[in-house]
């Protein structure tokens, strides 16, 4: 008997939630340089991920209802589980636009408080499992991929909105979660790739995650009201993520589009949204030469590459939206998934 598709609805889908609340942002970013158009298309995209939540959100009530072993597959697979923070961290990139589109209303409240609760539950959850060492669904080398990095980006969000809606003690004290463990992850990203091997080639997509926690962790200085040389050393960090990550561009591109590949949107847009954050402050902001007529040309140049990126994420969103409509029709998505069995490592630290 043929399995429904429903069964297959992972919680990594909500990763497209992520990558178009983030172009929202990011083309929101842009309406000081571009004005009212870029108003325009930001409130569209941010409607269509409030849409396309709103469907995951009642696909995945459904799931749950029909089929509940899928959920406890999700729970305790090595990888998967931790696509799980996808969900609360879309929660609270919604409550994020509608701030940012809206301004501080209550229904925003509420959504950013479900967001920011549901995220930091998730974030115990999953790290949690590190307690349980080399046993059965605890830490596994061969089970560290990029996707760790999802709930420590979600902590790192919350102030984007928690700022405005007066909620700045408690979003920066979760904001702090992630900047704690965003070294440690990728720390332990990089030993596993030199001691274990890269991970499948259908998780190398996931590998521009690294771009998002410096990203983020420059909008959030800005929003804190810290130095702007602060946000500057972040987007230095994204920006070498970018050209880092860039140089497996045609390894990705050679891949069949699965859903991983989503992963490359978010990351994309927030360093969008970052360099136009940083054009759009005044001339020589946080540095000696404020005024300067150098400073006005370091900023109309970051003006050009911040739309320059836009113009990059908003391609590969709309790519990989393509891609999924036609995987959907197709019926190569809702499928079970071809990955490899994730097993411990064999005792002396060799691959398994």
Not at 207 to 230: K, W, Y
Not at 260 to 270: D, N, Q, R
């Amino acid at each position: 008997m043929k399995s429904s598709p429903l069964k297959f609805l992972y919680p990594g889908w909500y990763a497209i939630v992520m990558g178009l609340a983030g172009l929202s942002l990011a083309w929101h970013r842009a309406v000081p340089l571009m004005g009212e158009p870029a108003a325009a298309v930001s409130a569209a995209v941010g409607g269509v991920a409030a849409v396309v939540f709103g469907l995951l959100a009642a696909a995945t009530v459904a799931r749950g209802w029909r089929h509940p072993d899928a959920w406890g597959e999700d729970r305790r697979h090595p990888v998967r589980h931790t696509f799980i923070a996808a969900l609360p961290i879309a929660v609270l990139l919604l409550a994020t636009v509608a701030v940012a589109l809206v301004g501080p209303t209550f229904w925003a409240r509420a959504l950013w408080w479900a967001g920011s609760l549901s995220q930091l539950l998730v974030t115990v959850w999953v790290l949690g499992r590190w307690w349980r060492g080399n046993q059965a669904g605890g830490l596994q080398w061969m089970s560290v991929t990029p996707a760790l990095f999802i709930p420590i980006v979600g902590n790192l969000l919350a102030p984007l909105a928690g700022v405005p809606l007066g909620h700045t003690e408690w979003a920066t004290a979760q904001c702090g979660i992630g900047l704690m463990f965003w070294p440690i992850v990728l720390v332990m990203i990089l030993v596993r790739i030199a001691t274990q091997g890269m991970f499948p080639d259908r998780l190398l997509p996931t590998i521009f995650i690294f771009i998002a926690p410096p990203a983020v962790a420059g909008l959030v200085a800005l929003t804190l009201g810290a130095s702007p040389l602060v946000a500057w050393m972040a987007w230095g960090m994204a920006l070498f993520g970018l050209l880092w990550v860039g140089t497996q561009t045609r390894r990705i591109v050679a891949l069949p589009f699965s859903l991983p590949h989503w992963a490359m949107s978010f990351p994309l847009a927030a360093l969008a949204a970052l360099t136009l954050r940083l054009a759009a402050l005044p001339a020589g902001a946080g540095t000696a030469a404020a005024g300067t007529s150098a400073a006005g040309a370091v900023q109309g140049a970051f003006a050009v590459l911040g739309l320059a990126l836009l113009a990059l994420a908003s391609i590969v969103i709309l790519a990989l939206a393509v891609a999924t409509l036609r995987g959907l029709r197709d019926g190569t998505l809702l499928a079970p998934e071809p990955v490899a069995a994730i097993h411990p490592a064999a005792t002396g630290g060799g691959p398994a």
